[in-house]
């Protein structure tokens, strides 16, 4: 996963393997104990699609996942891919992604893209927390990289996950 994380292209010529790969790394890092993904995932209408949503249902408050579940009432978890290269990702990608979650749904997402997002998607990030709580997690492909390693020496993949929501609600303003 790692040499294909790595020599994806920047892109429109990488978008769909970006996806593809980051996806099942994901997967990977965290099914059990989340469910699989449903890929493609759109309204009823067709209106939105979501790039994937991982359903959770682990109620375990002693695992990340249960305290997500508990904390954020993450029942679904919407993650969207954006694998740019001459453009940042901004406030329009935090918008979109924010867009995608519904109160059924819980109050989580994560936006996974191969470059840091820049600092208008933080302040963006910020203020749809502060609006509706919320929470949009950044994840770039070095992060996927770390929890790989992580899961490599036996740790948790999922404390990253914390630790990067821990992290966002201390820099919260």
Known sequence: M???LTACPAGPA???TFETVALDTLVHLF???????????HTYSGVERRDAVFPNRYPNLEDNWGIFRH???????AVEFKNYDRTGIGREEVDQTANYLRNTWGQLAILCTNIDPNNSAHTRRNS???DSKKVILFVTKRDLM????MEDRGEDPSDFIMDAYEKFLIQHE
């Open 71 to 77: 904390d954020l009432e993450a029942r679904m978890i």
């Open 2 to 4: 790692r040499s294909q």
């Open 128 to 130: 749809i927390y502060s």
């Open 146 to 149: 770390e929890m790989l390693d």
């Open 14 to 16: 990488g978008w769909q």
């Open 31 to 41: 099914v059990p104990p989340l469910v699989p993904p449903v890929p493609q995932a």
